[in-house]
């Protein structure tokens, strides 16, 4: 167990975790076989760890196990009504060795305001720092040392009540498991194609758009088909009044000429730690940010008149990509390409790596 001392904040004394070792864990030629190419969600470490709610007890009997599959009941509510929210974070091996996350907390406390919008109870954020840092402790070998590698992590929480009727589940679990990730670009980060949905929404005024929950993904995924049959990449959705919303899983920003950098706000985005911590880098070099609505007719004519003069996308699985065609029914709009939004991922991978000084205390050691 790894020690930690009482929360100054909350009061909380730290969880007392069961660890079981995985007796079947991979040995470290194993490890190593899948650390050198690891692709992207596909293999995972040999542990998890889960943490039980329930109305009576609260949160309890929290656990280290070895990774496997979970037993549910099949009238469990999440199977049924979608009750279910979850974060993406990673885990960064400096040159040192050691290993660190970026900005935990702001996952914690999103985790906190999904699970409010899905009825859910809310994870103390000491508890899901120090789920990270109970699974590092024994998983810590899986997280790999190339360049641009990562281990990604995966906190999720679920109904697991059986009921059927509709109601907040009265039972819940938490769980973080752990993935290897390799670079998301092989060959260098390349702009992406972008299909334009007019058919579909991913998120509605008064929804779940600002949750990070499996249905608002559910719902993206014949969009994300339509886009490809017309051979692009993403999706980017729209509001009920043609503002840009968001792509599936990653944040807009537009660059205009002037050096103001300007991305859509509205209760139904996801808000991006990513985008947050870019534009903070941005506004450190003297960028003037506005969180506004953009409209898809602002888009097209900005980059026409030449006032938009670079366009990306962001989030904690890719960092940061170019946007290099808009693809609409009816247009294709070329995109401006600049360098702005490379440096700025260059910037930030510096931070999280360890190679340059880390002046927002953003990172969180987890192996220490
Ligand atoms: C997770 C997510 C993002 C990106 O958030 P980060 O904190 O930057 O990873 C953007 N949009 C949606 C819909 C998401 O689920």
Redesign the pocket.
């Known amino acids: 167990m790894t020690t930690i001392d009482t929360d100054p904040d909350t009061g909380l004394d730290p969880l007392e975790f069961s660890v079981t070792r995985n007796l079947a864990a991979k040995n470290a030629a194993e490890r190593d076989a899948i650390l050198a190419s690891p692709g992207f969600g596909q293999n995972f470490t040999d542990h998890m760890v889960d943490i039980c709610w329930s109305v009576r007890g609260g949160w309890h009997r929290p656990r280290v196990s070895p990774y496997g599959p979970i037993s549910l009941d099949p009238a469990a509510a999440v199977l049924h009504y979608g009750q279910e929210i979850f974060e993406?974070?990673k885990a960064y091996r400096h040159a040192d060795g050691s290993v660190h996350t970026f900005r935990p907390d702001?996952?914690g406390r999103?985790l906190q305001r999904s699970a409010r919008r899905l009825a859910l109870p809310e994870l103390p954020v000491p508890y899901f720092l120090q789920s990270l840092r109970e699974l590092i402790a024994v998983d810590g070998a899986w997280v790999p040392s190339g360049d641009d590698q990562s281990l990604y992590l995966r906190p999720f929480m679920f109904a697991k009540e059986a009921f059927l009727g509709v109601r907040p589940a009265h039972k819940v679990a938490y769980y973080l498991i752990a993935s290897p990730a390799g670079a998301y670009f092989k060959g260098g980060v390349k702009p992406v194609s972008i299909w334009l949905s007019e058919d579909y929404s991913?998120a509605g005024k008064g929804g779940t758009?600002a949750a990070?929950t499996g249905g608002?993904?559910a719902a993206s995924l014949l969009p994300q088909s339509e886009a490809y049959e017309n051979e692009c990449d993403q999706v980017v959705f729209l509001d009920q009044d043609r503002n840009v919303e968001?792509?599936?899983?990653?944040?807009v920003v537009f660059v205009y000429k002037d050096g103001t950098i300007v991305t859509p706000q509205s209760d139904s985005?996801?808000?991006?730690?990513?985008?947050?911590s870019l534009l903070q880098l941005a506004r450190d070099r003297g960028h003037h940010v506005e969180g506004r609505n953009v409209s898809l007719d602002e888009w097209r004519q900005g980059v026409a008149s030449g006032d938009i003069v670079e366009v990306f996308a962001?989030?904690?699985?890719a960092v940061v990509t170019p946007i290099g065609t808009l693809k609409g029914r009816d247009f294709i709009d070329e995109q401006p390409t600049g360098t702005l939004a490379l440096e700025l991922r260059q910037e930030l991978t510096d931070i999280q790596y360890g190679r340059a000084e880390d002046k927002h205390g953003w990172l969180y050691r987890l192996d220490a």
């Open positions: 993406g974070i702001q996952n999103r991913r758009g990070k608002n993904y968001e792509l599936g899983g990653m944040n985005i996801l808000e991006g730690i990513t985008r947050d962001c989030g904690t699985a």
